[in-house]
């Protein structure tokens, strides 16, 4: 089964398989049997999916917007989520934090250093707010060193 081979090598969601199985030439019957078998036997979970994606871009500094974003686009919604946020972000670091400690592992360009931080945090998924207040704070203390 082609749902197999394709989630041995990684998991995915539902639409991403629906999607690579309409590429392969499967028609919508087929893809919808060969999904609801999946889904009946667990090997597609879209739970299970964003459990993993979740943890795993927060352990890249990814921030809570780009998660959202990029799991819609994944067909799931963040709401349907067991336990977002709260079971996924640490209770002792709020989103400036994490933004903040993602900042300080970047290499501050002579030209355009603001900038292209806020840029980067902005590109992470961070507010636009958040990513400034962030980028001043760390800009003011590479000035004070």
Same mark, same amino acid.
């Given at each position: 089964?082609?749902?197999?081979?394709?989630?041995?090598?990684?998991?995915?969601? #539902?639409?991403?398989?629906?999607?690579? *199985?309409?590429?392969? &030439?499967? &028609?919508?019957?087929?893809?919808?049997?060969?999904?609801?078998? %999946?889904?009946?036997?667990?090997?597609?979970?879209?739970?299970?999916?964003?459990? #993993?994606?979740?943890?795993?871009?927060?352990?890249? &500094?990814?921030?809570?917007?780009?998660?959202?974003?990029? *799991?819609? $686009?994944?067909?799931? !919604?963040?709401?349907? #989520? @067991? &336990?977002?946020?709260?079971? +996924?972000? @640490? @209770?002792?670091? @709020? !989103?400036?934090?994490?933004?903040?400690?993602?900042? $300080?592992?970047?290499?501050? %360009? %002579?030209?355009?250093? +603001?900038?292209? *931080?806020?840029? +980067?945090?902005?590109?992470?998924?961070?507010? *636009?707010?958040?990513?400034?207040? #962030? %980028?001043? $704070?760390?800009?003011?203390?590479?000035?004070? !060193?």
């Amino acid at each position: 089964m082609r749902i197999e081979r394709l989630v041995n090598k990684r998991d995915y969601a #539902v639409s991403e398989i629906e999607e690579k *199985l309409r590429q392969d &030439g499967y &028609g919508t019957s087929a893809r919808e049997q060969a999904i609801a078998r %999946a889904l009946d036997a667990n090997i597609l979970n879209d739970q299970r999916y964003a459990s #993993v994606f979740i943890r795993t871009k927060i352990s890249s &500094g990814w921030g809570a917007m780009r998660i959202e974003r990029e *799991l819609r $686009r994944r067909g799931i !919604e963040l709401k349907s #989520v @067991d &336990g977002w946020p709260e079971e +996924f972000f @640490d @209770d002792d670091q @709020d !989103e400036e934090s994490r933004a903040y400690d993602l900042a $300080r592992t970047r290499r501050i %360009a %002579a030209k355009n250093g +603001f900038e292209k *931080l806020v840029r +980067f945090l902005c590109s992470k998924g961070y507010s *636009l707010s958040t990513s400034m207040r #962030v %980028a001043r $704070r760390v800009m003011d203390e590479c000035d004070s !060193e």
